[in-house]
């Protein structure tokens, strides 16, 4: 059974840090990109970052180079998400997911086969 279970998250001060991390299980996990995207109450999921698999090449939406960091530890199965310098618009459901082979982009939510079942972020102001 694929499964991804997410930890971390939780309430932060704006300019604070937060971890993410989604533990893998069921699939090869190297053969496999990872990703992490986000729902915002009313707003459509959007990607934030991904890691390829293969040469774990990274990935992330333009507006959030520079605080946001997607690595992964392929003997635990695990890809976090290092987040810097919150803001209260990173307030949003955390989620990853999976998608097989070599992606050379942040994917759109649609192309990825399995979740995480979302971590919430909230950021105060």
């Known amino acids: 059974e694929v499964q991804l279970v997410q930890s971390g998250g939780g309430l932060v001060q704006a300019g604070g840090s937060l971890r993410l991390s989604c533990a893998a299980s069921?699939?090869?996990?190297?053969?496999?990109?990872i990703g992490w995207f986000r729902q915002a109450p009313g707003k459509e999921r959007e990607g934030v970052s991904c890691?390829?698999?293969?040469?774990?090449?990274?990935y992330y939406e333009d507006s959030l180079k520079g605080r946001f960091t997607i690595s992964r530890d392929i003997p635990k199965n695990t890809v976090y998400l290092q987040m810097n310098s919150l803001k209260p618009e990173d307030t949003a459901v955390y989620y990853c997911?999976?998608?097989?082979?070599?992606?050379?982009?942040?994917?759109?939510?649609?192309?990825?086969?399995?979740w995480g079942k979302g971590t919430l972020v909230t950021v105060s102001s």
């Open positions: 069921g699939f090869t996990f190297d053969d496999y990109a």
């Open positions: 890691i390829s698999s293969s040469d774990g090449s990274t």
């Open positions: 997911a999976a998608t097989i082979g070599i992606v050379n982009s942040v994917p759109h939510y649609n192309g990825m086969d399995y």
